[in-house]
């Protein structure tokens, strides 16, 4: 997100002022290598085919990106992009002329949103989005949005890895959402881009740019090539139900169908997450568990607080079974859970 920035653009420029009593030899042009014409004539049949369904979005004194979804003048992007704003003005690639939006519905818990245009134009192009199973390590991919507010700008890498969990800094619209399965990339993803599309090089959406890594030793600067997308199957299917229903009614998400709050030890370090209360008939209530239980474990790892729980709950769907590890009056216990939705 962008409230508002300023390019500094140096030219380099220089002249000859010498002189010489020989002349310079021809100069020879060697042809580019096959290979590179033919990645070249790639890149840009892709982005000749992807970029006009990618839009730049305007929210209030910030600017994001989006996807067209469908030719009716959805648009989905991500929830923090909009924030808590209800009203948008959208720039098509293909225009200067700002078009009216108005928010269908938002879903923070998995940072995506979908906003209509007003008056939607002929010709709007929808994207295609990939099957994410088959999204894999070291395919090429195209970032494309509006980084720092240049619309319509596109850099290149690669997928670096799949399946990465992670937690959201909070901010208006996004109350720090944990997500699993995300694509990872080296292709720079900047402010701006948010919500913009990653693309393969078949001309399909594999998922939404979303954030980047921050690097600690650099004072929380950016982690330059390391770049988050959320999956195609998530945006098409939490996008589907805000269109249909305003509302996501299957987050694809697991849960355990329980609230929690941190628990101190007796040194008052975090040492788990202590269940308030279980959802009736819920994962957690079938399997025994209850209110004033601490859970400490999730198979293999250590629940420590309640975002531990939830990161640990995100690289898992709905129906997979987990070995629960609780305290209940100073005693370990295990129990075995079937995940439920969110």
Not at 86 to 114: E, I, M, R
Not at 151 to 165: D, L, W
Not at 180 to 192: C, D, L
């Amino acid at each position: 997100m962008l409230a508002a920035a300023a390019l500094l653009i140096s030219g380099c420029s220089g002249s000859d002022k010498g002189s010489s009593s020989s002349a310079a030899p021809a100069a020879t042009t060697a042809p580019a290598p096959s290979t590179n014409s033919q990645l070249e004539q790639e890149y840009q049949q892709v982005i000749s085919q992807v970029l006009p369904s990618v839009v730049q979005i305007t929210a209030g004194d910030s600017l994001g990106s989006g996807i067209v979804f469908d030719d009716k003048g959805d648009i989905v992007t991500n929830a923090h992009v909009i924030g808590t704003a209800q009203s948008f003005t959208v720039t098509l690639a293909n225009s200067t002329k700002p078009l009216d939006a108005t928010l269908v519905g938002s879903y923070p818990q998995s940072d995506l949103a979908v906003i209509r245009l007003s008056s939607p134009p002929n010709g709007l192009k929808p994207a295609t989005f990939a099957d994410s199973s088959k999204v894999a390590v070291g395919q090429v991919t195209l970032a494309m949005g509006s980084p720092l507010g240049l619309s319509s700008s596109v850099t290149e890498g690669i997928v670096s890895a799949v399946g990465r969990t992670v937690t959201e800094p909070q901010s208006p619209g996004s109350p720090g959402a944990t997500i699993g399965n995300m694509v990872q990339t080296s292709a720079a993803i900047n402010p701006g881009n948010s919500g913009g599309a990653l693309v393969n090089l078949s001309s399909q959406v594999i998922g939404i740019n979303t954030l980047t890594a921050v690097d600690p030793e650099l004072g929380g600067s950016a982690a330059p090539g390391i770049g988050f997308a959320i999956p195609a199957v998530t945006v098409n299917s939490i996008a589907t139900q805000l269109i249909k229903d305003g509302k996501v009614t299957n987050s694809g998400r697991a849960g355990l169908g329980v609230t929690v709050r941190p628990f101190f030890d007796a040194n008052f370090q975090p040492a788990g997450a202590a269940i308030v209360s279980v959802t009736s008939g819920g994962p957690a209530a079938s399997a025994g568990l209850q209110a004033g239980d601490v859970i400490t474990k999730v198979n293999d790892t250590t629940i420590t607080s309640p975002s531990v729980l939830t990161s640990a709950l995100a690289s898992f769907s709905p129906g997979d079974k987990v070995t629960v590890g609780y305290q209940r009056d100073g005693k370990n216990q295990t129990a075995d859970v079937t995940l439920g939705s969110l």
